[in-house]
């Protein structure tokens, strides 16, 4: 039988979707699909991370894309890729880039035209509570019905979020694959990192920028008797990185430690060693942070803005769900969690058994190459 092949389209290299790739080709092989993954560019102008590409064993090819930044928005276009495509149509092509990219605007467009005349599905992980999705907008509410209607494959979500936000929000009916974001890690070779065993020590992961992530005001809501009696760690780094050192500084809050963006082994380190993992995020569509605290089997206290929330939290019995935007639902949420500190370890064993039942890795691509 004929391979199938199938085009996963994606903006940059990153080492969680490195892993999930691998993971994809390996499981391919018992399989009639042949997976490729394009990427626009090896490395993004606004990221900081670098993948080795020896370390990338799934098939894939890098397109030097032109790249401009309009303030803070990517434009990218590439007339290679959209030749590519052209030249195969007999390929499967998953967008795994946002509804709004130019380039995906093109093959969407010429979708409709009959120039592009390959099945095309969508991986999304849209998010009705992200900042976006708050101002009302019509033209962007044409373009999104637009690229979405031209779809004639499936629309791969991660979780329930996303399904509510499509199916209520943009009253769109398409039919949806499951595929969550996952990791493939094995926490058994890892070493904990050796923390002060007289504090609670809590890690965030997010990038220091203050409007989407939202660590400044976690840490200006939570009560002071309780921000002194843990250790925080913040892994990551961002353009807000300053402000937050000056704040750090002019409180004399030498409990909190920015790291900065470390290397994979040491953040694994930081995952096995803390005591309990916070995310307080304003706007985060499907964090993989929260699944890496999962397996690490770590009690969660997870803002209810992150888009694998229903999936993640079991409430009371994992961790908790708090509001970034309601000073108070942040603080007694900080102040509830701390006071089981004792539970902490049952709360562990079911963030750990959450992981194995809803995020296996190989159970998850197993059932999109099903399915797809």
């Known amino acids: 039988m004929k391979n199938r092949q199938i085009f996963i389209l994606q903006a940059t290299t990153t080492p969680y979707r490195t892993e999930l790739f691998n993971l994809m080709e390996d499981e391919s092989k018992n399989t009639n699909i042949d997976l490729i993954i394009l990427y626009y560019k090896k490395m993004m102008a606004n990221r900081s991370w670098a993948v080795n590409e020896n370390s990338m064993t799934h098939k894939y090819k890098i397109y030097d894309c032109f790249e401009y930044f309009f303030k803070s928005y990517p434009f990218y276009f590439s007339f290679k890729i959209i030749n590519d495509l052209i030249k195969q149509p007999e390929a499967d092509i998953i967008?795994?880039?946002?509804?709004?990219?130019?380039?995906?605007?093109?093959?969407?467009?010429?979708?409709?035209?009959?120039?592009?005349?390959?099945?095309?599905?969508?991986?999304?992980?849209?998010?009705?509570?992200?900042?976006?999705?708050?101002?009302?907008n019509k033209i962007k509410d044409v373009l999104r019905?637009?690229?979405?209607?031209?779809?004639?494959?499936?629309?791969?979500?991660?979780?329930?979020?996303?399904?509510?936000?499509?199916?209520?929000?943009?009253?769109?009916?398409?039919?949806?694959?499951?595929?969550?974001?996952?990791?493939?890690?094995?926490?058994?070779?890892?070493?904990?990192?050796?923390?002060?065993?007289?504090?609670?020590?809590?890690?965030?992961?997010?990038?220091?920028?203050?409007?989407?992530?939202?660590?400044?005001?976690?840490?200006?809501?939570?009560?002071?008797?309780?921000?002194?009696?843990?250790e925080v760690f913040i892994a990551?780094?961002?353009?807000?990185?300053?402000?937050?050192?000056?704040?750090?500084?002019?409180?004399?809050?030498?409990?909190?430690?920015?790291?900065?963006?470390?290397?994979?082994?040491?953040?694994?380190?930081?995952?096995?060693?803390?005591?309990?993992?916070?995310?307080?995020?304003?706007?985060?569509?499907?964090?993989?942070?929260?699944i890496e605290a999962l397996f690490a089997g770590k009690p969660l206290l997870l803002s209810d803005q992150c888009g694998n929330k229903f999936e993640a939290v079991e409430d009371g019995e994992n961790g908790y769900l708090m509001n970034p935007y309601d000073s108070n639902d942040t603080k007694d949420k900080f102040s509830l969690i701390l006071s089981q500190h004792s539970q902490f370890y049952r709360m562990g064993k079911k963030s750990f058994e959450i992981a194995q039942q809803k995020f296996d890795p190989k159970h998850i691509v197993r059932e999109f190459l099903k399915n797809i």
């Open 95 to 136: 967008l795994g880039i946002s509804w709004s990219d130019f380039i995906i605007v093109t093959i969407t467009t010429l979708k409709r035209l009959g120039i592009i005349k390959n099945k095309l599905h969508f991986w999304t992980e849209a998010n009705y509570m992200a900042g976006g999705m708050k101002k009302k």
């Open 236 to 290: 990551g780094d961002g353009p807000d990185r300053k402000m937050y050192e000056e704040y750090i500084q002019k409180r004399s809050l030498s409990n909190i430690n920015l790291l900065g963006n470390i290397e994979r082994n040491t953040l694994l380190e930081y995952y096995k060693g803390c005591d309990l993992f916070v995310l307080p995020s304003f706007s985060d569509p499907n964090p993989l942070s929260v």
């Open 145 to 230: 019905n637009f690229v979405f209607n031209s779809i004639d494959g499936k629309l791969i979500i991660p979780g329930q979020v996303a399904e509510v936000t499509i199916r209520d929000y943009w009253k769109l009916n398409k039919e949806f694959m499951f595929f969550p974001n996952t990791v493939d890690i094995d926490y058994e070779n890892i070493k904990p990192k050796f923390f002060d065993g007289s504090k609670i020590n809590v890690l965030i992961i997010a990038r220091l920028e203050e409007t989407r992530k939202g660590v400044l005001n976690f840490i200006q809501n939570v009560k002071s008797a309780d921000l002194l009696r843990c």
